[in-house]
T-cell receptor, first 112, second 111 residues
Framework: NAGVTQTPKFQVLKTGQSMTLQCAQD?????MYWYRQDPGMGLRLIYY???????DKGEVPNGYNVSRLNKREFSLRLESAAPSQTSVYFC???????????FGDGTRLSIL | KQEVTQIPAALSVPEGENLVLNCSFT??????LQWFRQDPGKGLTSLLL?????REQTSGRLNASLDKSSGRSTLYIAASQPGDSATYLC??????????FGKGTKLSVKP
């Protein structure tokens, strides 16, 4: 009964380091999403993948890249981390536009 | 650009009270609206999903309504309990399939 699994749960980076956040879902969903949550800003969409093989930019894509590795997995990469990317990152998935989105537990990322 | 507003930002009520959380959105061209609950330091738990063609959805003590023409949704919680304490988020689904979130209402139910 895993749903959406995100790894790691916590990470501390130094400015300029790179890292990849992993997300996997076991619900056979077509669409997957990456959001960030910041105090006072709410959740904002970074990138999404409407189906396997496609990715598109969301509201705040700068500084990030994504890969839809297969139907289950959608990764988010920070090539050169900046303090402004300190945030909580959530991955979500859904079967389609009319279906609810299901969220993972989040990755808490601090960049010093 | 779609904007979602939740009022109030915080609410404190005594246990047993019925309460209403409000959500408004600026563009009525939505596919659906989803209500979530978020506990401190945790992820989002989906509570209810209302399609654009529906007026309300119910799950246990929760009832969500949608008035698309006026850009409003409400989440009604009956007989509140301390375990209902959390942040409640409203989100509308745009044409790309992504959710656009409000900033949430932090609910505290006191025993």
């Amino acid at each position: 009964n895993a749903g959406v699994t995100q790894t790691p749960k916590f990470q501390v980076l130094k400015t300029g380091q790179s890292m990849t956040l992993q997300c996997a879902q076991d619900m056979n969903h077509n669409s997957m999403y990456w959001y960030r949550q910041d105090p006072g800003m709410g959740l904002r969409l970074i990138y999404y993948s409407a189906s396997e093989g496609t990715t598109d930019k969301g509201e705040v894509p700068n500084g990030y890249n994504v890969s839809r590795l297969n139907k289950r997995e959608f990764s988010l990469r920070l090539e050169s981390a900046a303090p402004s990317q300190t945030s909580v990152y959530f991955c979500a998935s859904s079967h389609g536009r009319e279906q609810p989105q299901h969220f993972g537990d989040g990755t808490r990322l601090s960049i010093l | 650009k779609q904007e979602v507003t939740q009022i109030p930002a915080a609410l404190s009520v005594p246990e047993g009270e019925n309460l209403v959380l409000n959500c408004s959105f600026t563009d009525s061209a939505i596919y659906n609206l989803q209500w979530f609950r978020q506990d401190p330091g945790k992820g989002l738990t989906s509570l209810l999903l209302i399609q654009s063609s529906q007026r309300e959805q119910t799950s246990g003590r929760l009832n969500a309504s949608l008035d698309k023409s006026s850009g409003r949704s409400t989440l009604y919680i009956a007989a509140s309990q301390p375990g209902d304490s959390a942040t409640y988020l409203c989100a509308v689904r745009g044409s790309q399939g992504n959710l656009i979130f409000g900033k949430g209402t932090k609910l505290s139910v006191k025993p």
